[in-house]
């Protein structure tokens, strides 16, 4: 079977790939097939993430090992398409770079069989072009409750009046 995927990159322009990959490919194999597409050298950090039909990441499948075997991680040449990808678990996050944050949305689109005289992985679709740097992230903290929030961890003391500082009373 081929899974057929469109990888977009998450940014204000439309950039997208359509690619084709078999089944039992591996997850390293799209990782590759990704990178060249979208015109990297692949030699930076990757990893998939596991998604919801929200886009909320979820567990890490990496491209090389660096828990120093202090945890067990899933690696993408050992999680084979299939494993991941079905028809109700259709979406994946794909971070490249991990200085850059080069950040694309891997959604299956299609199921289908192998078609003759086609060579696997194939980059069926490419639209539009890879800007000059990856678009900027904006990372909000949540709002937890405004002035109730920060009045309970107030406790009037002048740091700057060190001759009221009393050693043993303020000690946590």
């Not at 998604?51 to 075997?69: K, N, P, R, T």
């Amino acid at each position: 079977m081929v899974y057929r995927f469109r990888v977009v990159l998450d940014t204000v322009e439309d950039v997208f790939r359509d690619i084709e990959i078999l089944k039992t490919n591996s997850l390293e194999d799209l990782h590759n097939v990704i990178t060249q597409s979208f015109g990297f050298d692949g030699t930076e950090m990757a990893s998939f993430y596991v998604s919801d039909d929200e886009w909320s990441q979820g567990e890490e499948i990496v491209l090389f090992d660096m828990s120093e075997g202090v945890s067990k991680v899933r690696m993408m040449n050992e999680t084979a398409i299939e494993d991941v990808f079905s028809q109700s678990n259709t979406k994946m996050i794909y971070v490249y770079d991990f200085l850059s944050m080069w950040t694309f949305y891997v959604e299956l689109a299609d199921i289908s069989e192998q078609a003759e005289g086609v060579d696997y992985p194939n980059l069926m679709y490419v639209h539009g072009q890879l800007p000059d740097s990856p678009p900027d992230r904006e990372f909000e903290a949540e709002d937890l409750g405004g002035d109730e929030y920060e009045s309970e961890f107030q406790d009037d003391l002048d740091i700057d009046d060190y001759d009221n500082l009393d050693f043993d009373e303020n000690w946590n």
